[in-house]
């Protein structure tokens, strides 16, 4: 048995052992541009409920997110595992992967979050400048140092990713994949972003990788009626018509299992082994809502009807 929600933390991202109060969700959330209270109010009703990690980036919220993070942790040592980003400068765009660059910004995200190691460090882009191979020496190089205990990649090409995890493997390391995933298909014009599709699924059961899968409940998609523009103005990347009928038959089996639609669409992710959905609530009762997913055993064909429909 594991002594500590770290140690399982290991545990659950080699897919060993059961999984017991803990779960696979990966807490994200505005923290950094919010009241500390309100962050500390879900880290820790997160963590009381068999959590395990939180996600932040060096960039996000203009630094200001690993600090709000890293509030919480000073006051609760060993209690949640934390993953963060490097490479974006506080206005989110992507930097040189130099490793003087890397260095700096880790040191910066360790200060800041107030820990000697973070649990996962993901590049936060690519940079295809650079070959794979450097870009993997200096990832194995951070963990040497102990900057980091897991390292990985977000938003790389399948080829690059499937490129990086054989040079991790041949150093002893399996990496960890970061990629938006969910039941809603995003509109790859409006995302912008490399999405978890069947060409970079292929990449990650291959090589066995941990899949941290962003905007799992793809931006409030499941729990609107109806879709079209987000908050900021600019289209909904998920509002897609094979989409509004994946919300349909999240509706329906909702209604006879007695939930909610994006609660349905959670349990479908978690369905999928070694994928850690990750939830971005702005309450704690919102993180209640997500977390009841775990309740929902879907099978095989509920599974595959809501998807395609058949």
Not at 161 to 186: D, N
Not at 221 to 240: C, N
Request: a neutral charge; glycine letters at 10%; charged letters at 25%.
């Amino acid at each position: 048995m594991p002594h500590s929600p770290l140690e399982l933390l290991g545990q659950l991202l080699d897919q060993r052992g059961a999984e017991s109060s803990a779960h696979r969700f990966v807490l994200g959330g505005p923290f950094g541009s919010e009241p500390l209270a309100d962050s500390f109010a879900r880290l820790g009703h997160f963590t009381d409920a068999g959590g395990l990690l939180v996600e932040t980036s060096h960039s996000y919220a203009r630094g200001r997110a690993e600090a709000a993070v890293g509030e919480w942790l000073r006051k609760n040592p060993g209690r949640l595992g934390v993953v963060t980003k490097v490479g974006h400068d506080q206005s989110g765009h992507d930097m040189p992967l130099s490793r003087e660059n890397v260095l700096d910004h880790v040191r910066g995200s360790l200060e800041s979050l107030g820990v000697e190691a973070v649990d996962i460090l993901l590049y936060h882009c690519d940079d295809p400048a650079r070959p794979v191979a450097e870009l993997a020496d200096t990832l194995v190089s951070l963990v040497e140092a102990g900057y980091a205990r897991r390292i990985g990649v977000s938003n790389w090409s399948a080829g690059r990713l499937a490129a990086l995890a054989g040079q991790l493997a041949e150093r002893g390391h399996t990496a960890v994949a970061s990629y938006q995933f969910s039941l809603a298909k995003p509109d790859p014009v409006r995302l912008n972003h490399p999405y978890a599709d069947e060409v970079l699924l292929s990449v990650v059961r291959r090589h066995g990788l941990p899949l941290l899968g962003w905007s799992a409940q793809a931006r409030g998609f499941f729990a609107r009626p109806t879709g079209g523009v987000r908050h900021d103005g600019r289209p909904d990347p998920f509002d897609t018509e094979q989409n509004r009928a994946r919300r349909e038959r999240c509706g329906v089996l909702a209604e006879q299992l007695d939930s909610r639609p994006e609660t349905v669409a959670l349990a479908w992710t978690l369905h999928h082994q070694g994928v850690w959905p990750s939830i971005g609530p702005r309450t704690t009762e919102q993180i209640d809502r997500s977390l009841r997913a775990r309740r929902l055993s879907l099978t095989d064909e509920q599974v595959h009807w809501l998807q395609y429909g058949t």
